[in-house]
């Protein structure tokens, strides 16, 4: 079956198409879901989320964007929602606003992807969005500051404590690697 | 010195290749959780519908119970009107008997003004006529008499108060104008004196046939004199 055809069926709420679009999508939809959450049962979660959410405003939908481009929008925002709702404060207050390029070396990073979906989720709450945010989804510190409701120097001091930690995690995990050889 | 990169870049493009299969079992939740809302969205449906419903039912015996006492305050107007139109009725048979029975009445006709009636003239100019006058000017008195009660006592609101008492005494009844009429199926006959403009009628021609005889008497008399 044809994408548009799948969507027009969703539209009206055919439930095999749903399913279809689901089995279709959910990987997508997981794996975004697994760099925006703290683990597997909550990316589970917010897979549910998404796809509630889809289903319910499929008819908003006008073929024009991309409709791949268009869920993980939506997953994002989901994602955002719940960081919002949590009302987090495990951050410590920061003033400096440190740009500085946080380097590794291309061997250290030779891990498995598990590895690195593990070193992004143990990220604080904040440091996580904003680093998944501007790095891997492409948002401006603007646009972050605005859906977090944070300045953008806090943005920017955010994206590069984030990247400091996950060097500190990389190169611990590379450490142990070559320890185990 | 070995060879630095951003770790951001290096990372994305690590990430981008990057799939991990979601489980199926999701799929279930999702499901129950749009039936569930479905069958939410359908009970508040149904909900708004028995509460439209319901007002609908409720204003429609608002307004079946408002027409009900529009229609009972317009029949008790209606009877009202019957009644009087009743009375009316009453009236007129309960005159139209007493007419049928032989009668000395005389009418006052609607174009006559009573009050203008100057009883003390007709009496002074009847004094003389001798015994016929006397039995004339005491009809005239009683129309007069009658003409008043019936002008005090059978105003249209003392009819209508369906005093019978004032029907039986009277022979008159009021019409549209407020004159007194008196209705009667005997013959009627007419007498009008061009000097003051006053018409008689009685249903006794001897009365009217007197009355011409005084006053032709009266201008003979006045022949007599010149």
């Known amino acids: ?181 | 010195m070995k060879p630095q990169e951003d770790i951001g870049s290096l990372i994305k493009t690590k990430l981008q290749s990057a799939k991990k299969a979601s489980n199926e079992a999701t799929w279930e939740r999702i499901q129950h959780s749009l039936e569930e809302r479905k069958r939410k969205r359908r009970n508040a449906f149904y909900i708004k519908l028995g509460s439209a419903g319901l007002l609908l039912i409720i204003g429609a015996l608002f307004m079946f119970n408002y027409s009900d006492i529009i229609t009972n305050s317009t029949t008790t107007s209606q009877e009202e009107t019957h009644s009087k139109i009743d009375d009316q009725k009453i009236i007129e048979a309960e005159e139209s008997k007493s007419s049928s029975l032989p009668s000395q009445t005389i009418k006052v006709s609607t174009n006559t003004d009573v009050n203008n009636l100057d009883a003390s003239n007709l009496q002074n100019q009847e004094a003389s006529k001798g015994s016929t006058t006397s039995i004339i000017n005491d009809s005239i008195k009683e129309t007069i008499f009658k003409t008043e009660i019936s002008k005090e006592n059978l105003h249209p609101l003392n009819v209508l108060k369906g005093s019978s008492k004032n029907a039986k005494a009277l022979d008159t009844i009021v019409n549209r104008n407020d004159v007194p009429v008196t209705q009667t199926t005997q013959k009627v006959y007419y007498y009008y004196n061009s000097k003051n403009g006053q018409e008689m009628s009685s249903t006794d021609k001897k009365v009217i046939d007197s009355i011409v005889e005084i006053n032709q008497k009266k201008r003979d008399s006045l022949k007599t004199k010149n």
Not at chain 1, 106 to 135: G, H, S, T
Request: hydrophobic content about 35%; proline content about 2%.
């Open chain 1, 1 to 181: 079956m044809e994408k548009t055809e799948l969507i027009a069926r969703c539209k009206k709420n055919d439930l095999v198409a749903q399913k279809l679009l689901f089995l279709k999508y959910k990987d997508l939809v997981y794996t975004t879901s697994l760099k925006y959450c703290r683990n597997s049962a909550e990316a589970e979660d917010n897979v549910h989320d998404v796809f509630i959410v889809l289903f319910e405003t499929i008819h908003k939908y006008t073929n024009k964007g991309s409709f791949e481009g268009w869920i993980k929008r939506i997953t994002i925002h989901k994602a955002v929602d719940k960081f919002r709702q949590k009302k987090t404060t495990d951050l410590p207050y920061q003033i400096e606003s440190d740009t500085r390029e946080v380097t590794i070396d291309k061997k250290d990073i030779d891990i498995p992807i598990d590895a690195i979906f593990k070193a992004i989720q143990e990220l604080p709450e904040r440091y996580r969005l904003v680093f998944n945010l501007y790095q891997l989804d492409e948002y401006s510190h603007k646009e972050i500051a605005t859906m977090l409701s944070i300045s953008e120097g806090t943005s920017k001091s955010n994206f590069h404590r984030a990247k400091q930690i996950l060097k500190e995690k990389i190169l611990v995990f590379s450490s142990t690697k070559i320890l185990n050889q």
